[in-house]
Nanobody, 121 residues
Framework: QVQLVESGGGLVQAGGSLRLSCVAS????????MAWYRQLAGKQREFVAD????????KYEDSVKGRFTISRDNAKNTVYLQMNSLKPEDTGVYYC??????????????WGQGTQVTVSS
């Protein structure tokens, strides 16, 4: 019914930047909170940042504060993650997550397939 497709991952040197995008498509009435999570090597998936439906509330995991910026374009059903000053310890798979009100009037949380971010030292 709904797909989340991430893009923008890749290989970058330490100190560099990447911008991740996640587009939601399908039977969408509206999108509530959208978020980014990541899974670092050998670790469980962890929260990175989230943004409410109207963009009024944003939260970040402590280690990315001041370096990462989450934003969204509601007209495009898209959430972004601008990542600056990247560090090797940011290397991992980044996942998009969204709480979506379907046209069927049920609310479901979806995950994207993930995009690899690799930061070389």
């Amino acid at each position: 019914q709904v797909q989340l497709v991430e893009s923008g991952g890749g290989l970058v040197q330490a100190g560099g930047s990447l911008r991740l995008s996640c587009v939601a498509s399908g039977s969408i009435a509206s999108i509530n909170a959208m978020a980014w999570y990541r899974q670092l090597a050998g670790k469980q998936r962890e929260f990175v940042a989230d943004i409410t439906g109207v963009g009024g509330s944003i939260k970040y995991e402590d280690s990315v504060k001041g370096r990462f910026t989450i934003s969204r374009d509601n007209a495009k059903n898209t959430v972004y993650l601008q990542m600056n000053s990247l560090k090797p310890e940011d290397t991992g798979v980044y996942y998009c997550n969204a709480e979506i009100l379907l046209t069927s009037r049920s609310t479901v949380r979806y995950w994207g397939q993930g995009t690899q971010v690799t930061v070389s030292s």
